[in-house]
């Protein structure tokens, strides 16, 4: 593969394996240095050490780096306010990511969090005490108003039996009522307007006093062990413990400020030095060594790598040596692919890989998935006015929008490109005239414009899929899978058979031969391929031809609804046309206006939705077989500028520093 425009049109353009080779001790500069490109994705193989290779240094890191991580957070967690007040300290210097200074810090970090896990375990002591606190006044807020002594509820009762609780207001006198033929009373009321609180006594609690109870929707309430006193005397005890709590906790928050003003300027530090080492968690097994000889494998865009390169001189101490290749077929499967960089792919790209990754080396589908979801948005809601809306806002928003800007505006041309062609302002179509037609005027005309589309796209994903399977050097699969030669010619003589009956000309003999011809080879290789009994394979080939033709129909009538939703485009602009012919004055226009944002928001994101469903549906599922390995680079900082179609350049040799 090579640098330029052919290598732009596959997935994962000229990516390279690149292989450094360097000391043990810069292996932290270098995961560093790379990560600052947003560029470069580790490899670890298949997890085994290669030949000449014993260790893997990068999980030494992970283990280090990781706990740190860990400690940090949960000290950053519990000081977060007080630390928030100091001041940035200095940047660290290079030989803060040593394995030795990493380890110190590890260290401290242990000592620290020793100390602060301290704090924290008195902080939730005083959170829990809070709580029933809480609690406590909460429930002497439902006993509210009864005027008890409430330690006497606890105190056993020989002969009486002592009930509190809440029933709904509108009950009340019914349950005085039904409790007096059972021989019990309402000793105390606190009538409110929907839940009323009461204090029940009597003889020992009995079945049917508790049916009584349920039928009157009665709520007891538990009285804690913490009253026992009147209701006056536990709300100051309530009081007294407050205070007490708040006083523990101005304590810890000095012991905790305190420890912060000793220790803080250090631990954000140590933040920083972190940050700057946490993308070597991603080198893990990528990178192997044997002694001080340390090997970093992983994948590199081509264009990247003099930029790599500069980097790593800039920021390794020792010699180094930069190898890297183009991967071999055997290894496309293993090869992460990117999405697009260019501003105006990127979207889209990531929108592809919401349906899966592509395979390296495929022929990327970000390009036909752009163009054909713009075409097919102007199809479906061609309006020159509604689509300078969309431009117009995209462009206007585009700092907020971030990557629905591309998408937005490009819909919003590819609808006004349509409206020119319908004659279509803002739903009007008698402002301008169409440089086409209507949809409305002829509708059979783009219900077989919308089909002849399909067919085409369908064809376009097939001979996609064939060449997909030829670069993969694959050619029983480009001549007979489901989107292979032989499958396309049979759909493609099926439907020029079929048009010619439409038309009246009866099956063209040509394709009718082609068609046999097509079927013939087909089913035989699946038969060729099957390896059941005799009946059963017949029923599978039966099964599997049949399919594939009710898949290719029902792909291509999936189609219709790009003519379907450009007649109701047109059918909504009409709808509300004549809603604002019955008003006069500002409704009329009020209702022209409103119902234009109607149209655009909610039929928008309809036709969207429809697009990106014939996208997966009908065209991914047929040529992009999305067993992609996603791509996953080192980060650290802002990713640099890089042009979107860099020039193509001299293959980089092998080189080290002097």
């Not at 008195?122 to 006044?137: A, C, P």
């Not at 007490?244 to 030095?273: F, P, S, T, Y």
């Not at 979207?347 to 713009?374: A, H, N, Y």
């Not at 909504?572 to 928001?601: C, R």
Request: glycine content about 8%; overall charge neutral; aromatic content about 8%.
């Amino acid at each position: 593969m090579t640098c330029g425009r052919p290598a732009e049109m596959r997935a994962g353009g000229d990516m390279r394996q690149v292989c450094l080779h360097l000391l043990r001790d810069d292996l932290p500069r270098a995961g560093l240095a790379l990560a600052r490109l947003h560029a470069f994705a580790p490899e670890p193989g298949d997890g085994k050490p290669q030949a000449g290779f014993d260790s893997f240094p990068g999980e030494a890191f992970n283990d280090c780096i990781g706990d740190s991580l860990s400690y940090f957070e949960r000290i950053h967690k519990l000081l977060s306010r007080p630390l928030q007040q100091l001041p940035t300290p200095p940047a660290p210097g290079p030989a803060a990511l040593d394995r030795s200074a990493l380890l110190a810090q590890h260290h401290w970090l242990s000592r620290a969090w020793a100390r602060v896990g301290q704090f924290e375990t008195r902080q939730q002591q005083i959170d829990e005490q809070l709580r029933e606190l809480n609690q406590l006044r909460k429930s002497l807020a439902e006993l509210a108003g009864l005027d008890l002594d409430l330690g006497e509820l606890h105190n056993p009762h020989r002969f009486l039996h002592l009930q509190i609780g809440l029933v709904p207001t509108e009950n009340l006198n019914k349950l005085r009522r039904a409790l007096a033929l059972s021989g019990y009373l309402i000793l105390r009321t606190s009538r409110e307007p929907e839940l009323s609180r009461v204090l029940i006594g009597g003889p020992r609690q009995t079945q049917e006093l508790q049916e009584v109870l349920n039928a009157a929707g009665f709520q007891a309430l538990d009285i804690p062990d913490d009253f026992r006193a009147a209701s006056g005397q536990v709300a100051a005890q309530l009081t007294q413990r407050q205070a007490e709590l708040e006083q523990r906790q101005h304590q810890l928050d000095q012991a905790m400020q305190l420890w912060v003003d000793e220790n803080g300027l250090k631990l954000m530090q140590i933040k920083q030095v972190l940050d700057r080492a946490r993308p070597l968690l991603g080198i893990g097994r990528a990178a192997q060594a044997r002694g001080e000889l340390t090997q970093l494998r992983g994948w590199l865009a081509a264009d990247h790598l003099p930029q790599a390169e500069a980097l790593l001189r800039q920021n390794l101490r020792h010699p180094f040596l930069l190898q890297q290749r183009p991967p071999l077929p055997e290894e496309y499967p293993q090869v992460p692919v990117p999405p697009k960089r260019h501003p105006w792919l990127r979207p889209f790209s990531l929108l592809v890989q919401q349906f899966g990754v592509p395979r390296f080396g495929e022929i990327d589908p970000s390009w036909l998935f752009t163009l054909s979801f713009c075409l097919m948005f102007g199809m479906m809601f061609g309006d020159l006015g509604q689509g300078a809306v969309f431009v117009l806002l995209g462009l206007l928003f585009r700092s907020r929008l971030g990557l629905l800007t591309p998408p937005l505006v490009l819909a919003g041309a590819a609808s006004m490109l349509f409206g020119l062609l319908y004659g279509s302002v803002f739903g009007v179509e008698h402002w301008i005239e169409p440089l086409w037609r209507s949809p409305l005027s002829d509708p059979a005309l783009m219900l077989g414009y919308a089909l002849a589309w399909g067919v085409g796209f369908i064809t376009l994903g097939s001979v996609i899929a064939i060449i997909n399977r030829l670069l993969e050097q694959d050619l029983t699969g480009a001549l007979f899978d489901a989107s292979g030669v032989f499958s396309l010619v049979l759909y493609l003589s099926l439907v020029g058979g079929l048009y010619g009956l439409a038309q009246g000309d009866g099956f063209h003999p040509a394709a009718l031969l082609l068609l046999l011809l097509a079927l013939a080879a087909f089913m035989l290789h699946l038969w060729r391929e099957s390896t059941a009994p005799w009946g059963e394979r017949a029923l599978t080939v039966l099964i599997e031809t049949f399919e594939l033709i009710i898949g290719y129909f029902s792909n291509s009538l999936s189609f219709l609804r790009v003519a379907a939703f450009s007649l109701n485009h047109v059918a909504l602009s009409l709808a509300i046309f004549t809603l604002a012919d019955t008003m006069d004055g500002a409704g009329h226009w009020l209702m022209l206006v409103l119902g234009n944002l109607f149209v655009m928001v909610l039929e928008g994101a309809i036709v969207a939705i429809q697009i990106l469903r014939l996208e997966y549906y009908e065209g991914f599922s047929r040529f992009f077989r999305a067993d992609g390995k996603a791509f996953t680079p080192l980060r650290y900082g802002p990713a640099p500028e890089v042009p979107a179609n860099p020039q193509p350049h001299p293959p980089l040799h092998p080189r080290g520093m002097p």
